[in-house]
């Protein structure tokens, strides 16, 4: 096997592993460490760190320590976070939070670097376009990385299903679920519902197994970047300080068509809080039990997966305008129909609906948005796209960090609030380029913009 593709194939896997053991997590934390909103703070807490982080970790630990070790020790604040669950309370899931978050933004930073240099050097060996390997490489990446979402999952739904109890929930508990949940009785079911210590260790222990997995995977069988091509990436990686990074980023914001994406790039962390913090607490554990919040962010997963392929081929036939409508309406239809569904354990089928159309919607957002921000900034891809992260995980941190402060129906409406004018003001972006540059061919170049928004899902 040629080297490259080798070093590209362990890199996937390794990503693979680590993400299998997080995204699982993450999906139950605000189900499994519901006291006091635990689960939900430690993840507002883990995006306002990769904020931080994001702004001027990745080029230091890149130029210090190289890709392979910046993504081993990166994928080691991962592990912490999974230790971290072991025992849950506020003095070791906060401080872990933190860690992971800083870990997060070198992690894909390197990532990214490592399959760049890999797929240049092989495209000058073979007189290939360098472009064209990066994005084969790139494919292959996301090709693998993606089907993390489900075998977490799959693990937690499998091992929580072992649980001897069954618990029946009632008609009276059933009435605080929903988009008129009980605040404070909602955790009773929640808590009742909750699987043993045994079966939450077990767990907790084939995640962190498969984190450790992932980091010696990358030590053992990742190569090291040759000095002489990372010493060209590092030159790249050398003038950008904290304050310089800093400065580009909110210099940017002097563009107008950026100010104007930065409700769209929030409601994308808005509205994927509100599925992993919300959905998964207040309709599916609470009137299904935490053994089915596996199963259907399986769903969530495998639909958007799919999506995501099929529009990155069918953007250039519909154009983004199309795809932004039906993710609208989409939505939309979801968050309206949330406010009027009572969930009750009878209508199985239709927990798994709202997540299957949330994958379709998230498709659009994170391939579409990001290609969106590749082709209006193509000068200013650095400052654009760190703005694009510092925006969605604001989002993130702010959709978390009200999570246990307020009722769902109220979330919803602000989720719809935000939506209309994310609509509103990527409507006035749209106006802007048509006026400015009416027919730009730019807009074919949106093919290498989808998968790489995946990152921003941490």
């Known amino acids: 096997m040629e080297r490259n593709l080798k070093n590209v194939l362990v890199i996937s896997f390794g990503f693979l592993f680590l993400f299998t053991a997080y995204g699982g997590l993450q999906s139950l934390q605000s189900s499994l460490n519901s006291e006091e909103?635990?689960?939900?703070?430690?993840?507002?807490?883990?995006?306002?760190?990769?904020?931080?982080?994001?702004?001027?970790?990745?080029?230091?630990?890149?130029?210090?320590?190289?890709?392979?070790w910046t993504i081993a020790i990166s994928m080691c604040c991962y592990i912490a976070f999974s230790l971290g669950n072991f025992y849950a309370s506020w003095y070791t899931l906060i401080p872990t939070s933190v860690i992971l978050g800083l870990g997060g933004a070198p992690l894909w930073s390197a990532k990214c670097t490592y399959l760049t240099i890999a797929g240049t050097s092989y495209a000058a060996k073979t007189g290939k376009?360098?472009?064209?390997?990066?994005?084969?490489?790139?494919?292959?990446?996301?090709?693998?990385?993606?089907?993390?979402?489900?075998?977490?999952?799959?693990?937690?739904?499998?091992?929580?299903?072992?649980?001897?109890?069954?618990v029946e929930i009632s008609e009276e508990d059933l009435?605080?679920?929903?988009?008129?949940?009980?605040?404070?009785?909602?955790?009773?079911?929640?808590?009742?519902?909750?699987?043993?210590?045994s079966l939450i260790y077990t767990l907790l222990g084939v995640y962190t197994a498969s984190g450790v997995l992932a980091v010696l995977l990358i030590i053992i069988l990742l190569d090291q970047i040759k000095s002489d091509q990372a010493e060209t990436e590092k030159e790249k990686l050398e003038t950008p300080s904290f304050w310089s990074t800093f400065l580009a980023t909110f210099q940017h914001l002097k563009d107008k068509r950026q100010c104007l994406l930065i409700p769209l790039t929030m409601y994308s962390g808005f509205e994927q809080g509100f599925l992993s913090g919300d959905y998964t607490k207040a309709y599916v554990t609470c009137a299904l039990g935490i053994q089915y919040v596996g199963y259907v962010m399986i769903c969530f997963a495998a639909v958007n997966s799919l999506c995501s392929l099929l529009f990155g081929k069918i953007s250039q036939f519909t154009g983004r305008k199309f795809l932004f409508a039906l993710a609208t309406v989409t939505n939309t239809a979801c968050i309206i129909a949330l406010l009027l569904w009572k969930p009750h354990p009878k209508q199985l089928a239709v927990f798994f609906v709202f997540p299957a159309l949330w994958g379709l919607s998230d498709a659009v957002w994170q391939?579409?948005?990001?290609?969106?921000?590749?082709?209006?900034?193509?000068?200013?891809?650095?400052?654009?796209?760190?703005?694009?992260?510092?925006w969605e995980s604001l989002g993130f941190v702010i959709a978390f960090g009200y999570s246990t402060k307020l009722q769902v129906y109220i979330k919803l409406y602000i989720l719809l609030s935000v939506l209309v004018l994310s609509m509103v003001t990527y409507g006035a972006v749209?106006?802007?380029?048509?006026?400015?540059?009416?027919?730009?061919?730019t807009a074919k170049r949106n093919e290498n913009g989808g998968p790489l928004t995946q990152e921003t899902h941490m």
């Open 175 to 197: 009435e605080c679920c929903g988009a008129y949940n009980c605040l404070t009785d909602s955790t009773n079911t929640t808590e009742s519902a909750k699987p043993s210590n």
């Open 37 to 68: 909103g635990l689960g939900v703070a430690s993840l507002s807490v883990l995006y306002a760190a990769l904020i931080l982080s994001s702004m001027f970790l990745p080029p230091i630990l890149i130029k210090k320590l190289g890709c392979k």
């Open 129 to 166: 376009n360098a472009k064209d390997i990066i994005n084969q490489y790139f494919g292959v990446f996301f090709l693998v990385f993606q089907s993390s979402g489900i075998w977490g999952n799959l693990i937690s739904s499998l091992i929580f299903s072992q649980s001897s109890t069954k």
């Open 430 to 441: 749209e106006c802007i380029e048509a006026k400015s540059s009416p027919g730009t061919p």
């Open 367 to 390: 391939t579409q948005t990001n290609g969106l921000y590749g082709i209006l900034f193509e000068k200013h891809k650095e400052a654009a796209f760190a703005n694009y992260r510092l």
